[in-house]
C-alpha cells in the first residue's frame, strides 16, 4: 500500500470524524454507519474537486501558489489545503508542494503520516535549498513541507526577508506551491504569506462561522490588497430523509 493512498485513507478518516460518523472496520461496509460515514466523505471529495478545477486547472494563467486560511481554529483548514494538494497531484504530472506554515498549531505532518523534525520553520533560519526540507509522497509527485521543530521560535520571523526569498524559491521548484496558513482573524501570518503568493482562500466552517468573522477576515484581505481566490464552506452535511435512509 503507497504512502499517498495511506494519506488519503487517514484523511478521509478524519473527515468522517469531523462530521461525526463513527469510522467502522473494513468488514462492515455494508451497515448503515459505514454507509453514512462514505457518503459524507464523498461530498466532501466532491467539494475538494470542484475547488481545484476552478482554482488550479481553470485557465494557463491559473495561481500557482495559494494561501488557505481559516476563519478560526478547528474549521478544517489543514484537511481542505491537504485534500486539495493530493486532488491535484493526481490530476496532472505537474510537481506540487504542500507546506505547513501554521506555526502554532501545525497538523499536516499528522495527515500525511512524516516526520515533523525539519520543515518550514527550519528553512526559515537555515539556508540549504527549499527542497532538503521537502518530503516527497513515495510513487507520487506530491512533496511535503511540515512546520518543523522549531516552530514556537520561529512565530516572529515569518515577516523577515527569507521568507519571501523562500517563497520565490518554492515558486521556482515546484509547479504549484499550497500553504496551510494559521486563522485569519487570529493571527497576522496569513496575510503576510498571502501577499507573496498569488491569493488566498478562506475556509469557513459550516454552522459555526459567524457572519461577523467572515466579513472581517474578507477585510483584512481587501485592505491588504490580497487577491481573495474564493472561500470553502467545510464540514457541510446534507441530511438523508428518513425514508430514504432506513433502506440504505
Known sequence: MSRTFEAIQRVELERAQQLGVAAAPPQLKSTVVESRAVKSVRVGEEEVLKLVQ?????????????VFSAIGHGD????????????????????????????????LHNVF????????????????????????????NLWVIPCGSIATQSATSINSEVLRARIAELRSEFDYVLIDA???????????????SDGMILVLQSNATRREAALKAKESCEIAQVRLLGAVLNKRTFPIPQQIYSRL
Do not use: E
Request: glycine content about 6%.
Open 54 to 66: 476552478r482554482v488550479f486547472r481553470s485557465a494557463p494563467d491559473a495561481p500557482r501558489v495559494v
Open 76 to 107: 478544517g483548514c489543514t484537511w481542505v489545503s491537504s485534500s486539495a494538494a493530493m486532488t491535484l497531484a493526481a490530476q496532472t504530472s505537474a510537481s506540487i508542494c504542500v507546506i505547513d506554515a501554521n506555526l502554532r498549531t501545525p497538523g
Open 182 to 196: 494559521p486563522p485569519t482573524n487570529m493571527y497576522a501570518d496569513a496575510i503576510t504569506l498571502a501577499r507573496l
Open 113 to 140: 503520516g512524516i516526520d515533523n523534525a525539519v520543515g518550514f520553520t527550519d528553512a526559515i533560519a537555515q539556508s540549504a535549498p527549499i527542497r532538503s526540507f521537502a518530503q516527497q509522497i513515495s510513487g507520487s
